[in-house]
Each structure stands twice: as C-alpha cells, then as structure tokens.
C-alpha cells in the first residue's frame, strides 16, 4: 500500500468527496485531513474545517468529537505560538469533554491548557492544570503523562519560588517511578531530588545520594 503524504492525503479527500459514505465516515476523514494540514502548517484550511466540523458534531451531538476538533482549534494557536489564543480556545473544550464522559479526552483537554499556560508564563495557572492532568493520567493508566505532569507541576513550582511543592512534586514522581520499576525515569527525579538538597532534610538528602548511586552502578 502506498502510504506516503501524497496518497494519504488523496484518499482523505478522496473519503471527504465520497458523499455515497456515512456522514460520520466522511467527517471523520475531514477531521483527520484537517489535523494533517494544522501539522504541515496550513493553518486556515485547517481552521475552516475545523468550524465546519464543530458545528456538524454539535448538531449530532457528538460531545468526544467537539471537543477533539476544538483542541485541533486550539493546537492551530500553539503552533502559531498564540498561547493566549490557545488557552482561550483550549477552555472552550471543557464542556464537550466533560459530556463526552471520556477522562482520555479530558486528560487531552487539561494537559493541553497546562502547556499553553505554562509557555505564557501563567504558572500558578499551568501548576494547577498539570496537577488535574496528573490525576487524569493516573485514572487511564497513562504512567507517562503522569511523570510527565508532575515534572511540570515541580517546573510551575520552581518558577514560584516555591521548592517544597517542587520536591514534593518530585518525591511523589520518584515513589511512582520506584513502585513500577521505571529506573531511568527514578534517576531523573533522585538528580532534581539531590539538585535541591538544601530544601530536604539532611537524612533525605543522604538517602537519595545513595539510591542514585546505587542505581547508576547497576546500569
């Protein structure tokens, strides 16, 4: 099968055009042709599709869908560096993801709200966004998402000057990481750990020096 750019690209529009198939299926082409130009930056096609599309799934009722396609919206700004923009449409997504009664859609919704505040320099904004982003990873089992969100959590903290939620934050991503046996991943939170020795207790301190160097010895 021919999967380069060009064909998928063709049979997407190919699928959009067909109007013998399902709506559904031919919406569902347009959403994914939509987001591949949002990628490959062209952007107004994109925008254009994505309202189109917006006000079809809002007709149908289609809670998962409106909230996928606004977040598509949303993406469009953050590409385009507009994270005000892109927080304000990222809002929008809220109540269509929290109908869809989806919590991967509703991680998608807030994990995205987290970065784009994050990267306008809202950081009590963004720490409490990646803190309802880790919660939702830990209810999809998303253990990725969740080091990820209370790494960032731990960065929003940082950037307030506020190191004792910073090594919580971190402590908690280091018990994880220890109960499920992510090694590379308990390497990063001992080093942020021991980075920020002055803020522990000096037994701790001592406690996490050894188990970083214990791991480091057994790679």
């Not at 060009?6 to 042709?33: F, G």
């Not at 130009?37 to 917006?54: C, E, T, V």
């Not at 991503?173 to 499920?180: H, Q, S, V």
């Amino acid at each position: 099968a021919d999967m380069s750019p060009e064909a998928i690209d063709k049979a997407l529009d190919e699928s959009v055009n067909d109007e013998s198939l399902p709506d559904d299926e031919r919406y569902a082409a347009m959403l994914q042709k939509a987001m591949i130009d949002s990628a490959h930056g062209r952007f107004d096609q994109a925008y254009s599709a994505l309202k189109y599309m917006l006000g079809y799934f809002q007709h149908t009722k289609n809670y998962s869908l409106q909230a996928v396609a606004i977040i598509a919206a949303g993406d469009i700004f953050t590409r385009k560096n507009e994270f005000a923009k892109a927080s304000h449409v990222y809002e929008t997504a809220i109540g269509p993801a929290v109908k869809s009664e989806s919590a991967t859609i509703l991680y998608s919704v807030t994990s995205n709200l987290a970065e784009s505040e994050f990267n306008r320099g809202d950081f009590p904004l963004a720490e409490k966004y990646y803190a309802q982003t880790e919660e939702l990873a830990s209810k999809i089992l998303f253990a990725d998402g969740k080091i990820n969100a209370l790494n960032q959590k731990a960065e929003c903290a940082v950037q307030q000057d506020a190191w004792d939620r910073a090594v919580e934050a971190w402590e908690k991503a280091a018990d994880f990481c220890r109960n499920g046996e992510y090694t590379e991943e308990l390497m990063f939170e001992l080093e942020k750990l021991v980075e920020a020795g002055q803020y522990l207790e000096s037994d701790k301190r001592d406690d996490y020096q050894q188990e970083l160097k214990d791991l480091k010895a057994g790679e």
